[in-house]
């Protein structure tokens, strides 16, 4: 067996011809700062070309199907094993996707209920909330049903006649009202208000199946009478028309299925239980509560399906995923839940000798949760398996048995291998990153004294239950807790929801094509062209790839999409402007010596010294303040990661603040993707942030932050059922004697006080 993985000149992205040589059977984390190259080694190299070379071991049509790799730009790869990636990416899935579901936890305990349930109602598929015979008849099996707003469809003060009804095509000269003003039923002129209660029964909720008694002339001859409400509901709703999205999300909420209480499942499958719980009982069950329940059951005819399942939620409560429940939707999980979820598949597989690569396994993970991922990856480890973890934590990388350090700085000053060796080595070299983790922590122990704060009095939702905390104004509130302690809930609902000003920057997408850019996004790509036309007195629009300015050959792309049929599809660079996007006359104006694709190729700190338009200047500030210094001014938006999403969203509204005036902020994990070097230039932002008189809440797991804030209120003690509570809120020098908070011993160990 060979020993390592040779990397041998790898060219992608910003890599600079660099070889690496990365052990087997061992754990290897590769670090740097934020663009440093560690996704072009990692991601876009080693991953790249395993699951390329992978996919061309299937059929021509099977290819079609797959994802296509592009091939890494690399001399020589040697010894590559088959990789799995797990990585943040939103599980997503549709509403009958949920964690059950994806973990077979909800087919083992199918299986359970269909031997050992009484009464007998069926084998395991009778179980299903996807099978006709299992599903609850009102909901279809998804838990949830569509309700109306009343108050939104029907304006009360007016009549028929003055377009009561709120809705396209219900209102006056709109084809679907003369269904009503027609039927015979009304007085078009009456107010809504004074309908009796027959009459309004009749408007909005008859089920059809009969014509109006004495409809007139214009009612349509072949037409039944139905109620406004199941009209928009059989014709608009339950088709899922899209020209009416907007409207119909206005009228509609979303509500609990009121006969399966959520549960999808009918009466007939919620009548068969185990020890007094129905299937129904066990998927609204946290992980945790459920693996009490299954561990508590002895029974030999079915010992190996409670061993498996046993398995199944072990592993969840090992990546700290305990708290959730087994029926939650897929798509409402975090893409570092996500990122875990998918990681559990691979505890119990028999397979070895697999490369697993991790992107940022830290990612909304409190120290105290870090504990139990080690142990995960160790196993991983043990099982015979290559692992290759992206990641900043300090936690993280003591686990490695290599460490990898790319850089020096990021983008075109990156790409560079600055240290590979053990991890002792590692902390006694002088290289960037362990520079940075030498640096000895400090904690604020200044107690400000606040006199004015934002309040939250007796507030539950999910796992809080009647709780209050209180965050000062003018200060920045670090929340804390363990993963699923109820920070979000706590935060970004209950807060919010009293305080709808406040500003959210979380690392949801930007909405965005490869067309978009930093530029374009902030609102500034304009006036860039603009300098350009001035200056060689031609239109603007030729200094747009998507306008006069595109490449003819590859319509401003940069790049071709060939149809090889039996090959599948394969991009390449586009001949004619070589991926500049740009078409010769366009890139024939040059302003201060540059043509506008080299303006596009600077990063944010060499365009600040070269850019002297001040809307341009101004946006490359806010960019350079939100710690995206590295980034280059024609970078796609798809391209960018979720930590820097972020920070593109907070430069956004550093622009904005000078006319709108935001005074309340909230971060949710502003240090995802973050060096702890980046961490520094953050906390410089937060500070700066607040010196302007704003209100920080940051939700925030990097002990660093933690350290430096001015309030903290800490959530736990656990996740889920077992969290939810405020256990401590004050100033961080009192949060070191709370005695039953994880934050508090693991600050202590961070301060080098344990």
């Known amino acids: 067996m060979h020993e390592e993985i040779s990397i041998l000149g790898a060219k992608t992205n910003n890599l600079k011809n660099i070889s690496v040589h990365i052990p087997k059977g061992k754990i290897t984390v590769v670090t740097g700062l934020s663009g440093s190259g560690k996704s072009s080694l990692v991601f876009d190299t080693l991953a790249a070309e395993s699951r390329r070379l992978l996919n061309e071991t299937y059929s021509s049509y099977i290819q079609q199907i797959l994802p296509h790799y592009e091939e890494p730009v690399v001399d020589q790869i040697k010894n590559l094993p088959v990789s799995i990636v797990i990585d943040q990416k939103k599980v997503g899935g549709n509403a009958r996707s949920t964690v059950g579901t994806m973990t077979d936890i909800y087919t083992g305990l199918r299986l359970l209920f269909s031997r050992l349930a009484k009464p007998f109602i069926g084998y395991s598929m009778v179980y299903s909330f996807n099978n006709p015979q299992g599903m609850c008849k009102r909901c279809q099996g998804i838990g949830e049903v569509t309700d109306f707003d009343v108050a939104a469809v029907i304006d009360y003060s007016k009549s028929l006649n003055e377009g009561a009804i709120q809705f396209p095509t219900f209102q006056p000269g709109g084809w679907r009202l003369t269904r009503y003003t027609e039927s015979g039923y009304f007085d078009n002129d009456k107010k809504i208000a004074d309908y009796s209660e027959q009459e309004l029964q009749k408007l909005l909720y008859d089920k059809g199946g009969s014509k109006p008694e004495n409809p007139t002339s214009q009612f349509p001859k072949t037409a039944e009478y139905v109620g406004v409400l199941e009209r928009i509901r059989k014709s608009l709703l339950e088709k899922n ?44 069950m946290s992980a945790d509560s459920l693996f009490a329940f299954i561990n508590s059951m002895q029974d030999q005819q079915t010992e ?152 939250l009095e007796g507030v539950s939702a999910f796992n809080i239950q ?154 490359l500030v806010a960019l350079r303040d939100a710690n995206l210094n590295y980034i280059q001014l024609g970078q796609s938006l798809d391209t960018l990661s979720g930590g820097e999403m972020q920070r593109l969203k907070i430069a956004t509204k550093l622009l904005e603040d000078t006319e709108k005036q935001f005074d309340l902020f909230i971060l949710d994990e502003p240090s995802t993707g973050l060096h702890e070097k980046d961490v520094f230039h953050l906390l410089e932002l937060l500070q700066k942030l607040k010196n302007e008189g704003k209100t920080l809440i940051v939700l925030e797991h990097n002990l660093s932050i933690i350290s430096q804030a001015d309030w903290i209120v800490d959530m736990g003690p656990r996740g889920g059922s077992l969290g939810g509570k405020v256990l401590f809120q004050g100033y961080p020098v009192d949060l070191l004697q709370a005695a039953n908070s994880f934050t508090a011993s693991h600050l202590k160990k961070f301060l080098r006080q344990e």
């Not at 119990?348 to 142990?375: K, T």
């Open 241 to 284: 028309d899209k020209k009416y999205q907007t409207d119909l999300k206005r009228i509609t909420n979303t509500v609990e299925c009121p006969d399966c209480h959520g549960t999808r499942v009918n009466e007939t499958v919620r009548s068969a239980k185990i020890s007094g719980y129905s299937i129904g009982d066990c998927v609204k």
């Open 304 to 455: 190996i399906v409670l061993k498996d399942l046993r398995n199944r939620l072990k592993s969840m409560l090992a990546v700290g995923l305990g708290y959730l429940t087994i029926d939650r939707k897929t798509a409402s999980l975090s893409g570092g839940e996500s990122q875990r979820l998918k990681m559990t598949k691979h505890l119990n597989s028999a397979l070895s000798d697999v490369l697993y690569i991790f992107d940022e396994p830290s990612v909304g993970l409190h120290p105290e949760d870090l504990a139990g991922l080690g142990r995960v990856l160790k196993r991983l480890k043990q099982k015979g398996n290559t692992l290759v973890l992206v990641d900043h934590d300090p936690d993280i990388i003591a686990l490695a048995d290599t460490v990898i350090e790319v850089g020096p700085d990021a983008g075109k000053n990156g790409g560079e291998i600055t240290f590979s060796g053990n991890f002792s080595e590692f902390m006694s070299s002088n290289s960037t990153t362990a520079q940075a983790l030498a640096k000895k922590p400090t904690l604020n122990a200044k107690k400000t004294p606040f006199t004015q704060f934002y309040t």
């Open 466 to 619: 009647n709780e209050s905390a209180s965050f000062p104004k003018t200060g920045m509130t670090v929340v804390t807790g363990l993963a699923g302690s109820g920070k979000s809930t706590l935060v970004r609902k209950l807060f919010t929801a009293k305080y709808p000003e406040a500003v959210v920057f979380d690392q949801s997408s930007i909405r965005g094509s490869n067309r978009s850019n930093l530029l374009t996004y902030l609102g500034v790509f304009d006036s860039l062209r603009k300098k350009f036309a001035s200056i060689s007195g031609k239109s603007a629009s030729l200094f747009s790839f998507n306008g006069k300015g595109a490449c003819p050959e590859c319509k401003g792309k940069g790049v071709i999409k060939y149809d090889l049929a039996y090959m599948g599809n394969v991009t390449e660079r586009c001949e004619k402007c070589h991926g500049k996007r740009y078409n010769e006359e366009a890139l024939s104006v040059k302003w201060q010596g540059k043509n506008m694709d080299e303006f596009l190729s600077l990063t944010v700190e060499e365009a600040l010294l070269m850019i002297d338009i001040p809307e341009v200047h101004q946006a």
